[in-house]
Structure formats: C-alpha cells, structure tokens
C-alpha cells in the first residue's frame, strides 16, 4: 500500500506541551479510528514551524479526507517512491 508524507505548516509546532500533542494525536486517533482500517498513521515528527506526517493509504485522496475530517492544516503530500538507509549502501558492497 502507498505511503505519504505529509507536510504541514504550524507555527510554534516546537513549542507544543505535552498536552497539546496528546490532544493533537487523539483527535487524530479517533478521525482514523472512524475511517476504517484503510488509512495508517505511522508517526509524525515535529519540527519549530512544521509538522510532517506519515500516513499508509491507498490514495491521497484518503490522507486528505482524514486531514479535512480532523480539521488539520495540510500544505503539501508526496508519495514516497523509495526508502533508503544505511543498510541500502551495504547491499551493493
């Protein structure tokens, strides 16, 4: 099944208590829960002004229902093609 990164803009994203994360992830949690089990959230990293999503979906159309169901900010969507890591160099030696 495809995989999605999400990126979205969140001013002071950084700065978020713990509070406001846990908040953030269960109102996530419950919109995914109400979807179905087509649509996996992986993880999120949070950076000072942004936050970027991991999400398995078999569209980007269904990442971008769960972001306008959640009312969360989404500004951009790839699909990942590839993924690498060390162990990707080790292969070819």
């Known amino acids: 099944m495809p995989r999605f990164i999400i990126e979205r803009a969140f001013p002071n994203a950084?700065?978020?208590?713990?509070?406001?994360?846990?908040?953030?992830?269960?109102?996530?949690?419950?919109?995914?829960?109400?979807?179905?089990?087509?649509?996996?959230?992986?993880?999120?990293?949070?950076?000072?002004?942004?936050?970027?999503?991991?999400?398995?979906?078999?569209?980007?159309?269904?990442?971008?229902e769960h972001a306008k169901r959640g009312q969360f900010p989404i500004d951009t969507v790839a699909t990942v093609r590839h993924i690498i890591d060390p162990t990707t160099a080790e292969s070819s030696a």
């Open 14 to 64: 950084g700065k978020m208590s713990d509070d406001d994360l846990y908040a953030m992830a269960a109102k996530s949690y419950d919109v995914l829960h109400n979807m179905g089990p087509s649509i996996q959230w992986q993880e999120s990293y949070i950076t000072d002004d942004k936050i970027y999503c991991v999400y398995i979906a078999p569209s980007e159309d269904l990442v971008r």
